[in-house]
């Protein structure tokens, strides 16, 4: 097995790597903007069925306003640190071979053994690489040469 992938990074990946983690990685986050709106609604359906409960809607919608601020401003803040960073507009090159993973990055280089990774998930555009929980690595469906590339990374991390 021989496999090599060549993924750029640009704004686009960045912007593909936000979306996929957060439909297939993120615990909280995805969920974060529904809950702030139900809390707003609670807020105004409260306030209109009884006045007196002024306290409890007042904090029913500062909670729902921090909730969905913070759910559409957390992508803008990481994706401006990310664009801000010097891996913008660079290529990052994995060779995935039978007993070894070499990685070579503008910054760095790298030989490891299949078992740095400790989980794979397979999105609808790329595959989330897990050395360990808290860290991924994203690699766009696009960047594989052959379709079948993508199940043999994911089965053989998956087997470890």
Known sequence: ???QVSQDINKEYYNEYYSEWLKFRSKF?????I???ISLTASLVIYLFDDSLIFISVGLFVFGSLM????YSSKSKWLKGRLNSKMIDT???LIFEE???????????????WDFFSDAVKTDKGLILVPENGISIYLQNKAFANPSDIEAVFDRIKKN
Do not use: S
């Open 1 to 3: 097995m021989k496999i």
């Open 29 to 33: 986050k995805k969920w974060e903007n």
């Open 35 to 37: 809950i702030g709106f």
């Open 68 to 71: 969905v601020y913070e759910y």
């Open 91 to 93: 290529k990052v090159t």
């Open 99 to 113: 007993e070894r993973i070499q990685t070579f990055g503008p910054f760095t280089e790298m030989n490891g053994k």
